[in-house]
């Protein structure tokens, strides 16, 4: 399951097509494609065909692919153009929206994995801060967004806070489950070389509860990226979320359909981004 | 007795229990071990040897009576009495050299300087073969290389006594076999105090100057002492058809399975035989 086993069909199509005609060396890399490539692009064929069926008759709510393409072509091939305002290509869009990710999201880091370890260590901190987090949990991002609203008195930070807010709890979560499940061999090593506190910190918390910790990063940053659409629809400005929701009252229902691949796309990098990162810092005992 | 090394005296030890309940482990453990001396624990599972080792490891503190080792009382734990535990217990994080060097570098942060202590490491990895495969990882070396890490760590420490919990249990026959040759030839070597835990009789015998046999819980204590007049070094092919060695054998099954038959209660939660290698103690 490397990162690219599912993202690149989209982009490889040619070249599993040139494939068969390559030099006998690369018949592993040949056979590795064909098992591994050919099943998604197959599919994804199969379902653009009947998508295009159904967009083409008369009548249809939605355009066919073709029509998409053709659409929003001018956002494909440009997409850092320039026009001052709202009117900036889909690259600014998407790197506007992940913007506020990486600021929400990075505190969600800081301030989760500390709170997590809080209440992983002290039982007390876990019997005072549990319920209010089990409540706190399920409120749904976008509720948050009035009370942000309210508070910061501007969209850029409420927007920034959702994130934080929707990205913490999995964090937290995680981080405790993993120090609470250290095993007692650990716990014994370090006392019996007397490991201090920090020490104890650096050297063994920390690389033990990894796994679990980068589980709860990888939830968080899955979850973030879902809020940061709706919260970009509320608030305005630039942000693939708010492009969306401009493209819709404007009806170019073509440029939502390539607004939402993006999204789709950029959701599953950070995802294997973080899994990656994990599987690099846990040297593989974390979930790849 | 002052005059002993390491010495456990009227060691009692309960654990609380559900409802309130106390329930004695340990009860009156008196044991006296010299200087150099490896002495084996040997009883059925659930005896509670593990906790006689974990008291004078100082991961568990007896509910009455004392530990003294080299005249001074012991307390926390700490790297004076180092544990080889029984499922190694590598930080599977780090390499094979990192493991050792955790401990290394901490003990010795101020005593040795940097390039002492990588001799240092190398020395102790060397002496249980390990040299070949300093930057492996836990996950990519057998279990009996991970005991063989466990060991050299725990020699890296320069423990006054050595404490073995049950070092080979999770091993198969051959690899046990041959760790338990690997430790006669270190102890030959350096002349380490030893308190090992084991279930197995053989070992106990080939390895030990005096083999400690605790009768089954709850509340237990040592039934018997008995000592292996064997001559070292002690070559296990030799030794097969040595009446001495057969004789000690036989004392110490007939200790366990005369003296101290183990009554397995038939509850759901039961199921060690008393050979298995299962459990430390409830």
């Not at chain 1, 979560?173 to 716990?187: A, F, H, K, L, Q």
């Not at chain 2, 101020?110 to 020395?123: F, G, L, N, Q, V």
């Not at chain 2, 430790?183 to 030959?188: A, G, K, T």
Request: with cysteine; aromatic share 8%; glycine share 8%.
């Amino acid at each position: 399951m490397s990162t690219t086993d599912t993202i690149e069909p989209i982009r490889l199509t040619p070249t599993a097509a040139a494939a068969p005609a390559a030099p006998a060396w690369l018949g592993n890399t040949v056979r590795k494609l064909v098992t591994h490539v050919l099943p998604p692009v197959i599919i994804l064929a199969v379902l653009l065909l009947i998508w295009e069926a159904l967009g083409s008759r008369p009548g249809a709510a939605l355009p066919p692919p073709s029509k998409v393409v053709a659409d929003t072509w001018e956002l494909i091939i440009d997409p850092f153009y320039d026009n001052g305002g709202n009117d900036v290509g889909m690259a600014w869009q998407l790197l506007a929206s992940l913007k506020r990710v990486a600021y929400g999201y990075a505190l969600a880091v800081v301030v989760g994995v500390g709170l997590g370890v809080l209440v992983g260590q002290s039982t007390w901190a876990l019997r005072g801060l549990d319920p209010i987090f089990q409540v706190l949990r399920t409120v749904p991002p976008l509720a948050w967004l009035p009370i942000s609203l309210a508070g910061f008195r501007d969209g850029n930070p409420s927007a920034i806070f959702v994130i934080f807010i929707t990205a913490i709890w999995p964090i937290i979560i995680n981080t405790s489950i993993g120090i609470r499940n250290i095993p007692e061999d650990y716990r014994n090593v370090a006392k019996v070389i007397r490991l201090n506190g920090l020490e104890y910190f650096g050297q063994i918390m920390l690389p033990a509860a990894a796994p679990f910790i980068f589980s709860g990063l990888r939830i968080g940053v899955g979850l973030s990226w879902l809020a940061i659409v709706a919260a970009e629809m509320l608030i305005g400005g630039v942000g693939i979320g708010f492009f969306i929701w401009d493209a819709w009252n404007s009806s170019r229902i073509s440029d939502i359909i390539l607004a939402l691949l993006y999204v789709g796309l950029i959701g599953f990098v950070l995802d294997r981004l973080v899994a990656w990162i994990g599987h690099l810092v846990t040297r593989g005992t974390a979930a790849h | 007795m002052s005059s002993a090394y390491l010495s456990l005296s009227h060691v009692d030890m309960s654990f609380a229990g559900r409802n309130g309940a106390v329930n004695p482990v340990l009860k009156g453990i008196n044991l006296d071990v010299q200087r150099g001396e490896f002495i084996s624990l040997i009883g059925h599972s659930g005896c509670g040897k593990s906790t006689v080792l974990n008291i004078v490891a100082g991961l568990l503190r007896a509910t009455a009576g004392g530990v003294i080792l080299d005249g001074r009382e012991i307390g926390a734990p700490g790297p004076d009495r180092a544990v080889v535990f029984q499922n190694h217990s590598l930080l599977p994080w780090l390499t094979v050299w990192q493991n050792v060097e955790l401990a290394v570098d901490k003990i010795f942060r101020d005593t040795k300087t940097p390039s002492e202590r990588k001799a240092w490491i190398r020395h102790n990895l060397e002496m249980v073969n390990m040299g070949h495969a300093l930057h492996r990882l836990p996950s990519e070396i057998s279990g009996g290389m991970k005991q063989r890490v466990g060991i050299a760590r725990a020699l890296a420490m320069e423990p006054k006594v050595l404490l073995l919990d049950e070092p080979f249990g999770a091993l198969d026959a051959l690899t046990r076999a041959h760790l338990q040759d690997e430790v006669i030839r270190i102890q030959s070597e350096l002349g380490n105090t030893v308190l090992m835990i084991t279930h197995d009789v053989d070992e106990a015998v080939l390895l030990s100057d005096r083999v400690v046999m605790m009768t089954n819980g709850p509340g237990a204590t040592i039934g018997q002492i008995m000592d292996v007049p064997l001559a070292r070094p002690r070559n296990r092919i030799a030794l097969a058809e040595d009446a001495v060695y057969n004789r000690c054998r036989q004392e110490i099954l007939s200790f366990l399975y005369e003296k101290q038959r183990k009554v397995e209660p038939i509850a759901p939660s039961s199921r060690a035989t008393p050979d298995t290698p299962v459990a430390l103690q409830a």
